[in-house]
């Protein structure tokens, strides 16, 4: 993996996903072929899930051939300053075709469009088209204007967006687990994050679409939901006209209006067979209720992905991430209490300015405390216009910010091993989700901790959920021998 790093949060796996749009959604008027690329987090797979259907609406069609596309879009990420890089690579390439292919449009959305507005068309002379986050429904008009010899863009940022009516078309799924968006935006200003400058004010999508887009997964035969928000646990959403257009954080207990914990439930109640995931939880919100509905319902997954972003208060401070070491080990404490056996990730940047060598040294003891099962970890690129390009120097050398990094994998690379040696021995259940990349007779699924695991093809299909003792291990993958296919 580039960097050596690994991130999924709302995550930068450097994994490039192409499209192909639903044919029976087309109207036979019109014959242009769209293809996407999405890069970085889930929200950006599950915002192109969005724009298919915005396009397929309008009579184009989806591929996964980019030399047979008529309009090109790159789905886009600004988190570190790598992730642009890989599209500004990318769209250098796309130069060549578009010099061969006449008439090839090239779009930019999401979130380096979002930050660089008309400098892309002017620094990325390719770029006909360039659409912020909130900006999809004008896609169709955007192209028509292109279509007509102009460039096109489109960054207005909204407060209410939420493409809550618009169905998915899940052109890259597995058929077997899928995305919902339940929120967009952020707005918690983490002093190293550019989020809320590309993504926009924090807004909660109607419960009830959620729940229907749900329903609708179960009927199409999928089994399992994440559900997606920068911050889920500040999920707020409300019926009740008084409250509409308040802060309804500060509604928290006021009646009619749901919250994370709620919407939680309920999605859980759609079907007892389908798995339920979020991501993210931001340690200052997540609180025990959310916790208390994971330990009632059995189809919710036992996984929390809880960013620490480091291990030093005076770190997290200078971050202004609104909460202490303290603050995090005892909602640690709070997640092992009521499932002991709950699988914990997190995000981690080494590196961040001003860290010393001794704040350094408590990230990796409270990884020590923690011992996670998975961890994302990075080594802290500063982005233009955040709190911390502001207020702080990006001190630290690359040299040694990337040893810090190299200490944190190291020790991430143990603790993962430790955590599926304990699996050994255990009867898990297992979602099978894909034929495994090095033989087509393993299939692989991933455990209700979403730990990878790789089982014998046998007569087990993608899509059964199976009982499996866990046999072995390497610090990425489990594997194991097939009890008995179940009901969830
Ligand atoms: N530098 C390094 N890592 C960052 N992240 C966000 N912004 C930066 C940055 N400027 C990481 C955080 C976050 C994850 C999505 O990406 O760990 O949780
Ligand atoms: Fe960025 Fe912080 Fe919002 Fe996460 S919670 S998206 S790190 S600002």
Redesign the pocket.
Known sequence: MSEQIYHSD?LENDVIISSKGRETDIPASNTKKYYIESYGCQMNVSDSEIVAAVLNQSGFQGTDNEKEADLIFLNTCSIRDKAEQTVRNRLTQLNHLKKIKKGLVVGVLGCMAERLKSKLIDEEKLVDLVAGPDTYRDLPRMISDVDGGQKAVNVLLSREETYADIAPVRYSSNGVTGYISIMRG?D???AF?V??FTRGRERSRPADTIVHEAKEMVAQGYKEVTLLG??VDSYRWTENEKLKGKNLVDAKYEEGVINFSQLLEMVAKVSPSLRVRFS?S?PKDMSDDVLEVMGRYANICNYIHL?VQSGSSSVLDRMNRTYSREWYLNRIAAIRKHMPNCAISSDIIAGFCGETEAEHQETLSLMDEVVYDLNYMFFYSERPGTLAAKKFKDDIPEDVKKRRLEEIIAKQNQHALQRHKEQIGTKQIVLLEYTARRSDQQLVGRTDGNKKVVITKDRWNIGDYVEVEIADCTQVTLFGNVIRKIDL
Request: proline residues 15%; contains cysteine.
């Open positions: 709302l952020c918690n200003m983490c994050c989020v809320p920068q911050n993210t931001h960013p």
